[in-house]
């Protein structure tokens, strides 16, 4: 479990996340929601160490961050920002073996490289596993950055706006693999997100931030509520069922 | 380009320079030297030789560092103000202790080389503007700054002549007992190749490598004093090559990619060779006289450099 108690973070005299405290269950996917500016990839970055919080301690399975030696948790940790601007020349198959750099300290073993064609075939780069990042469009790009995270192996996966460039298939199939993660391999995955609609249909709890604050949290189900959405985004957003899912219609 | 033809155009350059002189050595008089030959052989020639290659070489590996860790294609020891700040450490080093040996000099060198590097990373931070082109502009002004206040101090000391023999780089001076400094780059060059995953790392930015559980401001600084130190070596022995570091690593990342462990053996090769070649054609060009080095490297290199612009435009 990752508990974040009273975190909080200023840059010069603005605000960006005021003391907030949550808590991230284990097992489940779990999405940051809320407009612009809300202070959910700070909170984020607060989260997975790589920016220092103000104040507050964040608790990962009991132990706060600033505890822990930074190589051994990234190997219980894993944080993937949007990644499309960086403009490195390296091939598909070593940027994911990249993400076996904790266990391995760059010198792979057998099985390291099992964990890498495994992550290659999961997010289906095997054909373009040769290329140059700079070769691959914007969602192929993506979806390398995504293949290395799973390569790394680790407990809670982190992914901030993991869905930013991809088309309708590519988001899909993302989200599914984020699925097949928590429910087959047992991960816990924290993503945040701008599709509502991505976040009702895959996510097993909600939490709604507005000006560096948590508006609201809970279970999916009860979050996609047009009450809940208005607090939210200061919009009147009908939610209609659909199948399983609850869609949110707020195209007009 | 293949190692291999790497490995035979090295190994070719390599028994060309050593019989290519005013004094006339066949490789049939190997089996026969006379004493006045194996002088040549042993005080000029071969000193020459292995100078090259490790020059070659560990300038041109810092050169691939330095760009993977700025995140910048066009930044080098020539155009981040490192040789200028090794150069003003050799000023001072001489106005300060008048009787400083080569590796005090090279000591002195090698911190004001260091803090020069740290001042452009700083810059780096604080521009905001990071356009691929400005930043080794500001790397060139910063440089010019400090070269300014180097030709200043060392006008007013009378020292102008030592100063620009720094300037330009020169094989011809190297003899034995004279070049042995350089082999303080041999180890700094075998520390870069275990290192190069870290750098590989680190050139993605600092959120990347904390995820990974890379100490990021280690590794940048280690990698900052490998560049400062082997600068300010080939410095003191040489004279400074420039564009080197530029075009060697810029060429084969072109066709390899960025990822420094593949990358990092072809550019050592390529930069003995191509240093190699320089070398041999600057001592055949206006034979029995030499051109220095600085300049067929600077001429030759500029214009490769130019052409990949172009034709890496073309691909993209």
């Given amino acids: 479990m990752i508990e974040v108690k009273n975190v909080s973070k200023k840059y010069g005299n603005k605000t960006v996340v005021e003391p907030v405290s949550v808590n991230v269950a284990k097992g489940k996917i779990t999405s940051f929601i809320g407009p612009n500016g809300a202070g959910k990839s700070t909170l984020l970055s607060m989260m997975s160490r790589l920016i220092t919080k103000d104040s507050g301690e964040v ?55 099992v964990f890498v064609d495994e992550a290659i075939r999961y997010m289906e780069l095997d054909d373009m596993q040769e290329k140059f990042l700079d070769q691959l469009s914007g969602g192929q790009k993506q979806r390398a950055f995504i293949a290395m995270t799973l390569a790394q192996d680790t407990e809670y996966i982190l992914l901030d706006e993991p869905l930013n460039n991809l088309d309708m298939k590519h988001s ?81 | 380009m293949k190692k291999r033809y790497l490995w035979l155009a090295l190994i070719a350059l390599s028994i060309t320079s050593v019989f290519v002189g005013v004094k006339n050595i066949t490789p049939l008089d190997l089996f026969s030297l006379t004493e006045a030959q194996q002088h040549i052989l042993l005080v000029s020639r071969l000193p020459r030789l292995i100078s090259i290659i490790i020059a070659g070489v560990s300038m041109s590996i810092i050169g691939l560092i330095m ?80 070269g300014s206040v180097t030709t200043f101090f060392a006008y007013k000391h009378d020292l102008i002549q030592n100063i620009s023999s720094w300037l330009q780089g020169d094989f011809s001076m190297v003899l034995k007992g004279r070049y042995e400094m350089l082999y303080i780059s041999i180890p700094l060059v075998i520390i870069a190749y275990l290192y190069a ?32 130190a082997v600068t300010s070596v080939v410095l003191l022995t040489i004279g400074s090559i420039p564009f080197l570091g530029l075009i060697i690593p810029n060429i084969v990342t072109i066709y390899m990619g960025d990822n420094l462990k593949k990358v990092l053996p072809h550019t050592a090769l390529l930069g003995a060779v191509f240093v190699l070649a320089c070398d041999i054609l600057g001592r ?28 890496r435009r073309a691909f993209a």
Avoid at chain 1, 220 to 231: H, K, Q
Avoid at chain 2, 212 to 218: A, R, V
Wanted: some cysteine; glycine content about 8%.
């Fill in chain 1, 59 to 113: 608790l990962i399975d009991g132990v706060e961050l600033g505890k822990s030696k930074s190589s051994d948790l990234a190997k219980k940790i894993s944080i993937l920002k949007q990644s499309n601007h960086l403009n490195v020349r390296l091939s598909v198959r070593d940027l994911v073996a990249f993400g076996r750099f904790p266990y391995s300290q760059g010198r792979l073993s057998k099985e390291d490289w």
């Fill in chain 1, 172 to 252: 899909v199939q993302i989200m599914k693999v984020l699925r097949r993660l928590v429910d087959e391999l047992g991960k816990t995955i924290v993503i945040v997100i701008h599709d509502i609609n991505f976040a009702s249909c895959y996510s097993d709890h909600i939490v709604a931030l507005k000006n560096g604050r948590i508006v609201k949290e809970g279970p999916t189900d009860e979050m996609i509520d047009t009450d809940v959405l208005r607090e939210v985004y200061d919009m009147d957003i009908p939610v209609q069922t659909i199948g399983d899912h609850k869609i949110c219609v707020y195209f007009a």
């Fill in chain 2, 67 to 146: 760009q993977q860790l700025t995140r910048n294609k066009f930044v080098s020891p020539t155009t981040a103000g490192t040789m200028d700040s090794a150069r003003l450490g050799i000023l001072v080093a001489m106005l300060l202790f008048t009787s400083a040996s080569p590796l005090e000099k090279m000591l002195v060198a090698f911190v004001f080389a260091l803090a020069g590097t740290f001042i452009f990373m700083r810059i780096l931070d604080k521009v905001k503007y990071k356009d691929a082109i400005f930043i080794p502009l500001v790397g060139l002004m910063f440089g010019s700054i400090i």
């Fill in chain 2, 197 to 228: 995953n870290r750098f590989t790392i680190a050139g993605m930015g600092e959120e990347f490598s904390t995820n990974l559980g890379l100490k990021y401001k280690q590794v940048v600084n280690i990698g900052l004093i490998l560049v400062a």
């Fill in chain 2, 284 to 311: 055949v060009i206006i034979y029995p006289y030499e051109i220095p080095i600085g300049l067929t490297v600077g001429v030759i290199g500029s214009g490769i450099f130019v052409y990949l612009l172009v034709r």
